[in-house]
């Protein structure tokens, strides 16, 4: 039989990735690890400094290189960082060798969401009209996932519940 590979969640910003993650890494009794928390800890600075100081292509290549280090890791939960799903090697892994989860929300909950955080690079200076193309877009990408959970109308602790009984029958 084929193992499994590691959990992988993806999606857009404030999708609740990071929080699914832990509480599913808590409960599987997996390692957790955030890509995003990950390359600030590794690079000293937060990811709107890292965008502001270094670029954002400069991030994107450190975090081809972060993600791909701990996609080798084995038996882990990993929340990846809103736009590294749309990195052809890090997609082509996670689709090949893993089982990949897309938190999908409707485009105003998240675009609510999105507002709600002021640690967003890619939102602080935009408008809703470019965060709704920039969700459609990556949505496109997203759907590439194994399994597609739509959060809207779960709760926390529903999407959790549903993700390890997908895991588990796998």
């Keep these: 039989m084929k ?3 590691n959990i992988v969640f993806l999606g857009m910003m404030a999708s609740g990735k990071t929080s699914v993650g832990k ?5 599987l009794k997996k390692e957790f690890f955030d890509t ?4 600030e800890n590794s690079l000293g600075m937060n990811i ?7 670029g954002e292509d400069y991030f994107r290549k450190f975090e081809q290189k972060i993600s791909l280090e701990i996609l080798k890791k084995k038996d882990i939960v990993i929340s990846l960082g809103g736009g590294s799903f749309l990195n052809k090697k890090i997609r082509n892994e996670i689709l090949d060798n893993h089982l990949s989860f897309w938190l999908n929300w409707n485009n105003q ?7 709600n955080s002021t640690k ?14 920039l969700i459609k877009i990556r949505s496109n990408i997203y759907s590439k996932a194994l399994y597609k ?3 809207n109308e779960l709760s926390k602790l529903e999407v959790v519940n549903k993700i390890i009984n997908i895991y588990e029958t796998n």
Excluded at 109 to 114: A, P
């Design 120 to 133: 967003r690079p890619l939102a602080i200076n935009t408008s809703d009209k470019e965060l709704m193309n």
């Design 149 to 151: 959970i739509d959060c």
């Design 109 to 115: 909950i998240l675009i609510k969401r999105i507002r």
């Design 36 to 39: 995003d928390q990950y390359i």
């Design 23 to 27: 509480l599913i890494s808590k409960k």
């Design 3 to 5: 193992s499994k590979g």
């Design 48 to 54: 709107s400094k890292i965008f502001e100081t270094k």
